[in-house]
RNA sequence: GGAGCGGUGGCUGAGUGGUCGAAAGCGCCGGUUUGCUAAAUCGGUGAACCGGGAAACUGGUUCCGCAGGUUCGAAUCCUGUCCGCUCCGCCA
């Protein structure tokens, strides 16, 4: 969420970022409303206040008439009060449903536009592999090791649920391993979060868990909601908390479990792994100083690099166009893996992104920070960067490190975790 | 799931319907003193919003889990709700 006064003060910039964003406001509504808004306000504590004096004098009232007539006084100024503020809770509700919709503002070297409007900024150090055959796809490589199980998922769970076997499930905590031991190491504290979270939590991070498009599971007759990844609880872990600046940044990663309805989402080019309901995720979180958020925020994509190249996979860094941002994002960078099984030839895939929101999340969150040296609080800046989706992560690697024989290279980092270096074909 | 108890400032914890933004302690900040540190002692110390001021600061409104209700007036009374704790039951 934007703050309100900068919305009041910059009104034409802000229309103008939600336009370039895709998103439609009517930004002058929201400054006429506010507007309004602040009248009934006045009005409700000026009618408060002297509602407050007449109450005090009752005390040292003269008489009973003198008593009486000041009882019918305050009765009457507070219900007039009640009448303003409730003009103004109405407007408020109003005002904030428009607000909650605005973007984010956007970094001024974001490209504009959609998907193919994106800079690529860097590659890694892997090269795309030269495969003198020709390559599977991640499904007939489960197939030949026996790793999936679609047709089972689909009968516990329906479409887009999966089972994950053998050597798979290997792969799966190994990247889990890795990735937190990898984060542990850089001074990211491990947690494992709650895959529920509430609708406020989900809304403060700029989720909305209703209406036709959502992405989010909700369990019916409650507040609760699966989580889509875990920046909704590691978010909502610190709203309404005022953290001590000096202990700031605080940097976590989290492991959780990924729910995701994926409506609208049919016919795009999804195969497998790729687009599922559930999946299992790492994922970095920070909380900074306004400050130290964009140093946090190369922070984060370097990691992701290190990462990806430590499981020997070709990418390239995609910096997100302003149609492709969402709504928390001020910038975004994508790791896009190459996948030899994706498409005609083969075809770069999203593994991970890593966004800078700014104030946008922790002003919806409450989450402040304060310093003794200084007076009053103020916003921090949040943060949140996949280190790995086991998922698509695997795709990644089967699909890169397969051989002529069918065979599978496991990667030397993950060699610990999974207990061999090659997947033999059954 | 059943029963009971409780949610108050950064923390612990008092609080009779008006004098309570709220005792006390701790913590924190500043001063004094002791050669330094520690100790002692004195003072200060919440947040949001609206307004005045260049600023230090200052006037007002709100905030005692949350939402309602009673009342001229609610931290205090009533209702609902959420959360926590203890006990019982069940359970990985």
């Not at 984010?104 to 998907?115: A, F, L, S």
């Not at 994002?329 to 896009?336: C, F, N």
Request: glycine content about 8%; aromatic content about 6%.
């Amino acid at each position: 969420m934007l703050d309100r006064k900068f919305i009041l003060q910059n009104a034409q910039l802000v229309a103008e970022n939600s336009a370039k964003r895709g998103v439609s406001v009517d930004v002058d509504a929201i400054c006429r409303l506010e507007a309004e808004r602040m009248d009934a306000l006045k009005q409700a504590e000026e009618l408060n206040r002297q509602a407050n004096e007449v109450s005090k004098q009752i005390k040292s009232a003269k008489d009973n008439d003198e008593r009486q007539e000041l009882i019918a006084k305050g009765r009457s100024l507070r219900e007039q009060k009640d009448a303003a503020g409730a003009a103004q809770d109405r407007l408020e509700a109003e005002i904030l449903e428009l607000q909650t919709i605005l973007p984010n503002m956007t970094h001024p070297d974001v490209p504009e536009g959609g998907e193919h409007d994106a800079n690529e900024i860097g590659r890694g150090k892997t090269p795309v592999p030269e495969m003198d055959f020709q390559p599977l796809d991640h499904l007939q490589l489960g197939e030949k090791h026996d790793l999936f199980d679609f047709e089972g998922g689909a009968r516990v769970a329906g479409s887009g649920f999966y089972f994950l076997r053998n050597a798979a499930v290997r792969l799966d905590l190994a990247l889990q391993q890795f990735a937190i031991s990898h984060l542990a190491g850089k001074g990211f504290t491990p947690v494992s979060t709650p895959d529920l979270a509430l609708t406020s939590v989900l809304q403060g991070t700029g989720f909305n868990p209703r209406g036709p498009e959502t992405q989010i599971y909700s369990i019916e007759n409650t507040e609760l909601n699966l989580v889509a990844t875990a920046e909704i609880p590691l978010g909502g872990m610190l709203s309404g908390q005022i953290l001590a600046s000096e202990e700031l940044p605080l940097r976590f990663c989290g492991l959780s479990h990924c729910f995701r309805t994926e409506a609208g989402a049919a016919g795009r080019a999804s195969k497998g792994l790729y687009r599922v309901h559930q999946f299992t995720k790492v994922e970095m979180f920070a909380f900074t100083l306004p400050d130290q958020s964009t140093a946090m925020h190369e922070e984060m994509r370097e990691l992701e690099c290190e990462i990806f190249d430590a499981l020997e996979v070709p990418y390239r860094v995609i910096d997100t166009a302003t149609g492709d941002l969402g709504g928390p994002a001020y910038r975004k960078y994508d790791l896009e893996a190459w996948m030899p099984g994706r498409g005609e030839s083969g075809d770069w895939g999203e593994v991970t992104s890593t966004s800078n929101c700014t104030d946008y999340q922790a002003r919806r969150l409450n989450v402040r920070s304060k310093s003794n040296t200084q007076k009053g609080t103020d916003f921090v800046h949040t943060l949140n960067g996949t280190a790995i989706a086991t998922g698509r992560a695997m795709i990644a690697i089967l699909e890169n490190h397969q051989r002529a024989d069918g065979t599978i290279n496991v990667p030397q980092i993950l060699r610990p975790w999974v207990g061999c270096d090659v997947l033999e074909c059954e």
